[in-house]
Every structure is written in structure tokens, then in C-alpha cells.
């Protein structure tokens, strides 16, 4: 391949999730232009030595964009820019969440999300959001005095709360999340003592209970208050996790 093939990558700085580093970098050069639509991307060989990374992680990167559309592979001939490379959907794959910086990101993209959807529930919510908001909150309280993780009982009540907006739009946005919008492998409940464990479980039952009962009470300046504090004292928890592994 051609020098000036070459000069579209820089070296990717050694990270936690190098997969992720080097499809942001293609993703960004096919955004901005400088990989055309119907361009051939150099080859895996080409990739590796202008990156530094291994074949693997090139290949992981390749796959993920053409998961998202913006390039097609062509037998024998190798990867080509699509020739529409406008992504046709938004998606979070757990991958894309390897790192706690990654996390931090999607906690921040769901604070401006969820602090609108909350006030809107608190003023649109009906009877029955209350009675599904009530189940999901029960299961969640549930698994978290049984010691689990409750992750998929945190995500069903959070996706309640859309739900009550009356605005099938963020439920759908939402939907792009899952399960994963925080990881299990970094709450790390395996590394906390019983009693630290215990506190946890306190401190989630606490917040999920005060976002439930402004939305309950129709209390929009409230309900807005409480996620807000909720997932800001999420991002901080992740942050000192990070900070103290660093």
C-alpha cells in the first residue's frame, strides 16, 4: 500500500479497549470525509502496521463497522466505505463499554435523556405506569437484598419511567441500551465487604425510591432533582473506581 494510504491512520496510544479506539478512528474518518464512500480501506496487514494493534483487534473494529453500516466487504477484494455511510441507527454493544471512561460517557448521554423523561412522566403518568413502576421497583429491591446485581431490574424500572412520558420515542431510545447501560463486570460487588455491600444496597433502594415517589406525586421539579442526583452520584462512584485503579 501507498504511503499516502498510509498517512489516513495515526498510532494508537496503548488502552484498555483498543477495539474501540480504532473504530472510533475509522468512524470518524468516514464521518469526516477523508475515507470516501466506495473507497477501498487498506488492507489488515496495512492496518496493523500503521496502528501498532494486532490482527484481531483490526478485525473486531472492521466487524463493528460493518455492524453500523458504514463499510461492506467484498470477497477477495477486501473493505470498502459504504457508498450511504450515514449510520441508520444508534446502538451501545457491550464492547463499546470496556472502560470506565466509556461508562462515565453513556451515564452522561442518559442524565440528558432521563432528567427530561422524568419530569415528563411526573406530569403524564397514569395509574398503571404507577402500578408497573411499583412492580419494577419491587423486583429491584428484591434482587438488590439478596445480594445481586440488579441490573436487569434496575433497567426495567428506569424504562418504566420512559414509558410514563406517554412518548413512545424515548422508550424506543432507551431499547438502544439494554442491560448494559451499566456493566456488571464494573460494579464490583465481589470486591466489597459484606457491610460495604450492604450500604450499596441501601444507597440504590434509597435513590430509586425518591425518583419514584416525585413521579408518584406528580412532583416534576423533584422527579427531575432526584435522577439528576441519582445518576450524578452513579458517575461518581465510577469515577472514584476509576481513579482508585488507575
Same mark, same amino acid.
Do not use: C
Given at each position: 500500500?501507498?504511503?499516502?494510504?498510509?498517512?489516513? /491512520?495515526?498510532?494508537?496510544?496503548?488502552?484498555?479497549?483498543?477495539?474501540?479506539?480504532?473504530?472510533?478512528?475509522?468512524?470518524?474518518?468516514?464521518?469526516?470525509?477523508?475515507?470516501?464512500?466506495?473507497?477501498?480501506?487498506?488492507?489488515?496487514?496495512?492496518?496493523?502496521?500503521?496502528?501498532?494493534?494486532?490482527?484481531?483487534?483490526?478485525?473486531?473494529?472492521?466487524?463493528?463497522?460493518?455492524?453500523?453500516?458504514?463499510?461492506?466487504?467484498?470477497?477477495?477484494?477486501?473493505?470498502?466505505?459504504?457508498?450511504?455511510?450515514?449510520?441508520?441507527? /444508534?446502538?451501545?454493544?457491550?464492547?463499546?463499554?470496556?472502560?470506565?471512561?466509556?461508562?462515565?460517557?453513556?451515564?452522561?448521554?442518559?442524565?440528558?435523556?432521563?432528567?427530561?423523561?422524568?419530569?415528563?412522566?411526573?406530569?403524564?403518568?397514569?395509574?398503571?405506569?404507577?402500578?408497573?413502576?411499583?412492580?419494577?421497583?419491587?423486583?429491584?429491591?428484591?434482587?438488590?437484598?439478596?445480594?445481586?446485581?440488579?441490573?436487569?431490574?434496575?433497567?426495567?424500572?428506569?424504562?418504566?419511567?420512559?414509558?410514563?412520558?406517554?412518548?413512545?420515542?424515548?422508550?424506543?431510545?432507551?431499547?438502544? /441500551?439494554?442491560?448494559?447501560?451499566?456493566?456488571?463486570?464494573?460494579?464490583?460487588?465481589?470486591?466489597?465487604?459484606?457491610? %460495604?455491600?450492604?450500604?450499596?444496597?441501601?444507597?440504590?433502594?434509597?435513590?430509586?425510591?425518591?425518583?419514584?415517589?416525585?413521579?408518584?406525586?406528580?412532583? %416534576?421539579?423533584?422527579?427531575?432533582?432526584?435522577?439528576?442526583?441519582?445518576?450524578?452520584?452513579?458517575?461518581?462512584?465510577? %469515577? %472514584?473506581?476509576?481513579?482508585?485503579?488507575?
Amino acid at each position: 500500500m501507498a504511503d499516502k494510504d498510509n498517512a489516513v /491512520f495515526n498510532t494508537i496510544q496503548q488502552a484498555p479497549n483498543l477495539r474501540s479506539n480504532l473504530a472510533d478512528m475509522l468512524t470518524a474518518q468516514i464521518e469526516s470525509g477523508d475515507l470516501k464512500p466506495g473507497q477501498r480501506l487498506p488492507t489488515e496487514q496495512a492496518i496493523m502496521t500503521a496502528t501498532g494493534v494486532s490482527r484481531t483487534i483490526v478485525r473486531e473494529a472492521l466487524a463493528a463497522l460493518r455492524a453500523k453500516g458504514l463499510i461492506t466487504t467484498r470477497q477477495g477484494l477486501g473493505a470498502f466505505v459504504s457508498n450511504d455511510p450515514t449510520p441508520r441507527s /444508534f446502538s451501545i454493544i457491550p464492547n463499546d463499554l470496556q472502560s470506565i471512561d466509556e461508562v462515565l460517557r453513556v451515564l452522561e448521554l442518559r442524565m440528558g435523556v432521563e432528567y427530561e423523561a422524568a419530569g415528563l412522566a411526573a406530569l403524564r403518568r397514569t395509574q398503571e405506569d404507577i402500578d408497573r413502576m411499583q412492580d419494577r421497583l419491587d423486583a429491584l429491591d428484591k434482587a438488590l437484598e439478596q445480594g445481586g446485581y440488579g441490573a436487569q431490574e434496575d433497567y426495567a424500572f428506569h424504562r418504566s419511567i420512559l414509558v410514563a412520558t406517554q412518548n413512545s420515542y424515548y422508550g424506543r431510545l432507551f431499547d438502544t /441500551f439494554g442491560n448494559i447501560m451499566v456493566p456488571r463486570q464494573w460494579a464490583r460487588l465481589d470486591k466489597m465487604t459484606s457491610a %460495604e455491600r450492604k450500604r450499596h444496597a441501601a444507597r440504590m433502594r434509597r435513590e430509586h425510591h425518591a425518583i419514584f415517589a416525585a413521579i408518584r406525586d406528580r412532583d %416534576e421539579p423533584a422527579a427531575r432533582r432526584a435522577i439528576r442526583s441519582h445518576l450524578s452520584k452513579s458517575a461518581a462512584r465510577f %469515577e %472514584e473506581l476509576r481513579d482508585a485503579t488507575a
